[in-house]
């Protein structure tokens, strides 16, 4: 993992088409932006995983009724 010490107004640029600046800082919370290309997906990780974690029981349901579909 890179740790970075960034102020507010400042960014990093990531892959040459990500740009993650600071917006705010107040107490505890930083308020970051992110601009990415629309291609580019960008969640919360909370989110992040339970979209994998949705799939993965999806895709074991589907295996279940696929091989059902088999017998």
């Known amino acids: 993992m890179l740790a970075l010490t960034r102020k507010k107004g400042e960014s990093i ?3 040459n088409n990500i740009e993650i600046s600071i ?3 107040k ?3 930083v308020k970051i932006g ?7 997906p960008v969640y ?3 989110v992040y995983l ?3 974690e949705e799939n993965k029981a999806s895709m074991d349901v ?3 009724e696929a091989l059902k579909d088999l017998l």
């Open 13 to 15: 640029v990531i892959n």
């Open 23 to 25: 917006l705010e800082v």
């Open 27 to 29: 107490k505890d919370q």
């Open 34 to 40: 992110i601009s990415a290309p629309k291609d580019v």
């Open 44 to 46: 919360r990780k909370e």
């Open 50 to 52: 339970q979209i994998q």
């Open 62 to 64: 589907s295996g279940i």
